[in-house]
Every structure is written in structure tokens, then in C-alpha cells.
């Protein structure tokens, strides 16, 4: 075995958490070193619908939401699926979803949800001032579409909670859906525009760029892939597969779906599991798509993207080793090509991610039981986008010593006990 020298801070995983959270560790001052096994920027970060969602402060478990997931999983393609070969293995998490959607638990998670998007959305705006990631991210407005009256009246109780949390949008009727969106199915009568919404151009080009940025400006790029982490005395110690050992001052864990064998080594057991998400992109010229649409009575969203138009969404709660049940995709995209006539189907790529996801649907950012050497920031769910400059800003407090900028006492690994 041979060890590759001390190096200041190694960041393990390079999707959208490790390297934002590399940009501001180098504007700290400090020296940074990737760990990647796979390509950069190529796991859930280079595929997701690219919406910056800081107005998503309402916490997936809420209450009621067990009752809705029966009528969800009737259709094996539907908005929300579970794999007979994973049902077994996935039961205790959604036992700790539903316990973290009794109201009292409901109401704390939007708490800890407003203050982490109004963080999250202030240090965006940091990122977006930066002169190489010029043009990445517009603000066109997301249209929330509804199928029906009694579907939109249900989320009127979401939406009179985002207005006390001070989230501009405004309610539209047909002739301003038309006029947000020509060439929607007439079903949609009823919907919500929120003028704030933004979106990053491509996901996987704004991740790469801020990898090109941070290794421009003199990080470097291990490949490997880790293994286990220990503390022996003053060291953190991280193996690789190869036998190799690199020793770091501090070491961040930003594997997302595959952070849990870390932190495991670290004696931290987190319940992080994988919702799978499915997508497909059409080549441009699709459709004359004008904003983010989220169809939300089948949760799924069409997004323009530089790339092209990209359709996709929905929960498979399927672990990390199936195969992917790419049918999924394609019933997403037939329901788009119902909702927008005009949409062009052909050429389109598929695609599936692993979002990285808690049961309470919070990330774990903080240090290890093991030692405040190694700090987490992983299991950002449906969010990691929209949250990475938070999180970013809270691992560099945490490295640097400075008090963080919101607590990050929710987000602590021993949460689940
Ligand atoms: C269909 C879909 C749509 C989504 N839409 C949005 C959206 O619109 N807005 C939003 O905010 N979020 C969205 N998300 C969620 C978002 O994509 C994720 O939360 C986010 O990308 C997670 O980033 P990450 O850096 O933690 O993980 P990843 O991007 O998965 O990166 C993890 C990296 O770690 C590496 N790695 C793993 N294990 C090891 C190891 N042992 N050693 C070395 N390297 C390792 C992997 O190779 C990978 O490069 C969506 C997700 C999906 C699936």
C-alpha cells in the first residue's frame, strides 16, 4: 500500500454538493483535493430537472401523505413505485417517513426548510455573480398546473403556507395559462405562477463548470474510489479500492446516494436511501416550452434546457442495485405528450438518477461522530441543486471554524438515534 501524502481537504464525490462545496472551500483559502470514481459530475447532479427550487419549503412528509401513497403505488408506472424485490428492504425508511410526517414534525421541517432555502436562494445569488459561471442560471417563473378545481383546492393549504413564508406567486386562470403557455391540453384551468422560479441552463454543464473552475484554480483530481475512513490519532485516514491510502486534514463526504458505507466506517449508521427518478430529454425544438411546468397530480415537471426539453420526475423507491425500469420514462413522456399535444416525442435520451434521500427529507451536513476531520453533506433528496451553495457555505463554516451561517443541528447524522 502506498499513501498519496497528507493534502488539505479532501472532498470525496464530485456531483453538484462536492464541487460547489470545493468552490467555496478554495475561497476560504483552503487547498482542495477531489476524490471521484466514476466520471466528474456524472451521477444524480448531470441529470436532474435543473430547477432551482428555493419556494419548495413545504417538507414531503406531511401529514395525510400515507393516506395518498396507496392510491400512488396502484400504478406500478405511476408517480410513486416500489419494486417488490426492494419492499422488504424499504420498509423501515418509510416507517420513519411517516413518522416524521405527524404534524408536529411536519411543522418543524418547514421551519428548518424556510431558513435553509432563504440560505440557500441568497448564496445562489453569490455563485451566480461569479464571472466563469456567467449565464448559467434564468429566472422565466414556474407555472404549477393542476388537472382539476378539487385538486388545486387541496394544495391551497401548501400555498397559503408559502405565502405567510413571504413566497411571491399569484393564482391564473385559463387565459393566462394560455398566455405563460400556449399549446397546454384544455384540461388545465387552474394554476399557480411563481414569478421568483429559476433554473440552471443544463445541471450537468453548471456542475462541470464549477469542477473546471475549482481545478483552474489549482485543485487537483484523484480518481479512486473510497472505501472506509478511519481516525488514527491526529490523521483521517481515507482507503481506496486500490489499496491506496490518502491521509487529509479534513475529508468531506459528498457521495450522495453512496455516502452510507462511509459514514458507516465512521460508526454513523444514517437511513439514507435512494428515490430513483426517471427522465427523458428531447432534442431542441421539442416544443416551444417557455418555463419549468409542474404537472402536479403526477408529479413530474418538463423543464427547457439548453440541452433540449427534459421530462421526467416521479419516486421509485428501488435501492441502488436494480436495473433501471426505463417504462418509467416513457410513461412519463406519453402523459407529457397528452398535457402538450404539440410536443415532438422522437430522438429523446432516458435517463435515471439516484436522489440521495432521509426519511425526514432533510440533507445530513455536519461532522462525524468520529471526529470533526471529516464533515457530511449528503442525502439532499429532491433538493440538491437548489440547496448546494447552502450547503456549501455551511461545510465551510464548519471546516474554517466559523459559527455557521443557520444551525446545523437538524441536520446532524444521530438525528435517527
Ligand atoms: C429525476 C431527478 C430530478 C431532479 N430534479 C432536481 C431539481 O430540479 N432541482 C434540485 O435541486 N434537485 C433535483 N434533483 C435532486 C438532485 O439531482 C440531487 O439531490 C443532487 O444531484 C445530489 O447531488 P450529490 O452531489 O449529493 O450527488 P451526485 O450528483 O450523485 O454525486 C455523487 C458523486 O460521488 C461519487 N462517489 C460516490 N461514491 C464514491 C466513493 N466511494 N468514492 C469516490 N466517489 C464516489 C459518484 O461517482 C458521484 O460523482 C433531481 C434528482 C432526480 C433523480
Known sequence: MKSSGKCDVLVIG????GVMSALYLQNAGRSVTFLERGEIARGASAGNAGILAFPEIIPIPAPGIMKKAPRWLVDPLGPLSVPPAYAMKIAPWLWRFWKASSPRRFRYGLDVQMRMMALAASEMQKVAAVPELAGHISNTGTLDLYDNRTSFDAARHDWDLKEKAGIAFSRVDRSEIERLQPGLAPQFQHAMFTPGGLQVADPYEFTRSIADLVLARGATLHKGEATRIEIVGESTIVSLKSGEKIDADKVIIACGAWSKTLAASLGDVVPLETERGYNTTLPEGAFDLTRQLYFNDHAFVVTPLSSG?????????????????????????????RFLPGLKTEGGKQWMGFRPSLPDCLPVIGPSRASNSVIYAFGHGHLGLTQSAATAKLVTDLVTGNHPAISVDPFRASRFG
Open 14 to 17: 464530485t456531483g453538484i454538493i
Open 309 to 337: 426539453i427534459r421530462v421526467g420526475g416521479a419516486v421509485e423507491l428501488g435501492g441502488l442495485d436494480l436495473p433501471p425500469n426505463f417504462r418509467r420514462s416513457e410513461a412519463l413522456l406519453n402523459k407529457a405528450k
